[in-house]
């Protein structure tokens, strides 16, 4: 069985998706550990010129990034996980059920990769190449978030799937479904560190004096056309 979940970054924005399960009882079997692996996989970046400064300015200005512009260019990435689990079932009372793990693969990812540059800078090598470098850093900002955590993110895991109780469902399905639901929010939990260190990743990228020889790199200015 597989559940996926996705976590979209722009302008060093976070948009997150949860899985929500109703509260159950726990389940009063005796849960042997279950064996975990987990695995990490990132896509290659491609670039793309496919939107323009008046879009990726207005999108910095949604997400409250004004002083990023002028904007010129834009990586966006997607961080988030599929599980697929072995499990059986045992019934431990009139109409409640629990699912027990036997197995759990864990695929941590970055999908999603891409660079997006603005038409205006294909006229002009030094915008297109000050807009593609600086695209660039938060990729590799990306990887290093994923490989520092790598090790201590799979012990983590582990330590954290073999210590939760599981729920009891009042059907197979549901307790399946109470099952994936537990396994989830815990691997939620544990993505939130790589969650933080890529913002500070970014951050460390998006200084003001960073951001303003990034804008002066060309000469630059936000009022003028391209």
């Known amino acids: 069985m597989a559940q996926q979940l996705a976590k979209r970054m722009a302008f060093i924005g976070a948009w997150f998706i949860y899985p929500f399960a109703v509260a159950a009882a726990p389940c009063p079997v005796l849960v042997p550990p279950a064996a975990v692996?987990?695995?990490?996989?990132r896509a290659d970046v491609h670039e793309v010129v496919d939107t323009s400064r008046d879009e990726?300015?207005?999108l910095a200005i949604a997400a409250g990034k004004q002083e990023h512009r002028p904007m010129l260019g834009m990586y966006t990435a997607l961080l988030g996980y599929d599980v697929d689990t072995d499990s059986h079932v045992e019934q431990v009372g009139d109409d409640l059920f629990c699912a027990v793990p036997t197995g759990v693969r864990i695929v941590i990812f970055l999908s999603g990769r891409v660079i997006h540059l603005a038409h205006e800078v294909r006229s002009n090598g030094c915008l297109y190449d000050a807009a593609r470098e600086h695209a660039w850093l938060h990729a590799h900002a990306d990887e290093r978030a994923l490989a520092e955590k790598a090790s201590t993110l799979s012990d983590a895991l582990r330590r954290a799937l073999a210590e939760t109780p599981l729920a009891s469902g009042t059907s197979r399905?549901?307790?399946?479904?109470?099952?994936l639901a537990t396994i989830g929010a815990q691997i939620n939990r544990q993505l939130d560190g790589v969650e933080q260190l890529r913002e500070q990743l970014n951050r460390s990228i998006d200084t003001p004096s960073t951001l303003a020889r990034l804008h002066a790199a060309c000469g630059m200015q936000m009022s003028e056309p391209l």
């Open 56 to 58: 990726l300015d207005r």
């Open 173 to 179: 399905l549901t307790a399946k479904s109470q099952m």
């Open 37 to 41: 692996s987990v695995e990490f996989r």
